[in-house]
């Protein structure tokens, strides 16, 4: 029988190196993309051995009950890595534990016989080991854009900024690690598409696929378990109290402020509404990081309609936040890229959602036909004008709805496609279309 099951092994089970430099109990939202992937592979077939940094090495807090999140028999492996040095010159992890990745890496993939390397990024000097470990041991790899490596953002485009520095060292480097690999994946196509229409070659080479981040009914279940209570704002019955919850995309803050403009021309209609801003600060730790307070400010709504929490707090913080809240609100940008990632965690919470998005962002559609929010959709830049004119008498048709909404009139199988283990179903056929040599 051992023979049996060492044959079956070998010739049916294939192993996956998950390579990423933060896991829980790093709180970085970024964690959830391998984490989730690691917990359904196996039941498609794929055993997966998780590579990251030690903790004792991140800059973020710590959230140790994320490890309560992790399957008891997820195999992982920690590497050191060089210490933040003061003056701070080299922050990023990836960097600063590349050579231990690498060696670790290396070391996993010959004596385990590892099938693939897939290496999310950020961070995304990690995706340059994807070519290094190729060349040395001749596995195939993938690289998955939880966010795009080379795009505009504030300030790129300013000769000899910081930012444009970035900016094309990153388009240096992003073909130099892409030149081989054999699979490209990202949370949304619009995150990788620009990658191949810089190198063809990959249309040929590489296969492609785009996969949100996939929600996890078990992650609201355990919640149950943990003792976890809502601290950022008290449960007030006489106010409609709606939650953001995540960083804030760099182009959403122009539908914001439009926003903020149609609350500020009619008080009367958001007069007894609060707006919570959890997460969106500039750094992970920083509690004055303020984003969205200076244009609070701007139209006298801080802390009477918008509030913001700028520190990124604990994963089940979030939850039981989502869960104390009124509703759910969630905020696309001027960008047609946002997924129905954020939007699977809402409808789990069971909360009405409230959604300001593209028209061509694919969780509208899912969204609308879930009967779990009231969608309002803009045309990008141009539609601003729209958000500004007609925001406040929509959202006094959600008000209205809200008062018969009940969580038992979604309809979660719309969703379901987009659940972790349908996510990671497709990832699955992406890696069974690669040929390997056996």
Known sequence: MRRLATFFENYFIKKILILYPHFPPSNLAGVHRPRLFAQHLPSFGWEPIILTVHEKYYEEELDYNLQNLLPASLRIEKVNAFKITKPRV????????????????????????????????????????????????????????IDPWVHDFPGSNRIFSRHWTSKQFSKFLEPIAIKKTSLITGVAEAYYM????????????????????????????????????????????????????????????????????????????????????????????DTEGFNIKPLAEKYELWQTNVYEYPKRIPYFDVLIHLLEADGVFILGSTESHYT????????????PILAVLHKES???????????????????????????????????????????YNSSMIHKEIFEEHSAKKVTEKLVRLLNDIEFNT
């Open 340 to 351: 129905p990632s954020k939007s699977y965690q809402g409808v789990l919470s069971g909360k």
């Open 90 to 145: 080299i922050g990023d992890i990836g960097l600063r534990a590349f050579f231990q990745l690498y060696k670790k890496a290396k070391q996993i993939i010959l004596s385990e016989k590892m099938d693939f390397l897939y290496i999310p990024v950020p961070s995304f000097y990690c995706a340059l080991l994807g070519r290094w470990l190729h060349h040395s041991t001749k596995i195939k790899y993938g690289i998955d854009y």
């Open 362 to 404: 694919a969780a509208v559609k899912v969204l609308k036909e879930s009967g779990a929010a009231m969608v309002f959709d803009f045309d990008g830049k141009n539609d601003l004008e729209k958000i500004e004119n007609s925001f406040a008498s929509f959202f006094e048709k959600y008000i209205c709805w809200i008062k018969s």
């Open 194 to 285: 620009p990658v191949l229409k810089r190198n063809p070659h990959l249309k040929t080479q590489a296969v492609c696929g785009a996969m949100p981040y996939g929600g996890e009914q078990r992650d609201y279940d355990l919640l149950k378990q943990i003792a976890v209570k809502p601290y950022l704002f008290k449960k007030n019955n006489n106010v409609i109290q709606l939650v953001y919850a995540g960083a804030m995309l760099p182009k959403a803050y122009e539908p914001l402020e439009a926003i903020f403009k149609s609350i500020k021309a009619h008080p009367k209609i958001f007069s007894d509404v609060e707006f919570h801003f959890i997460g969106t600060g500039k750094t992970a730790n």
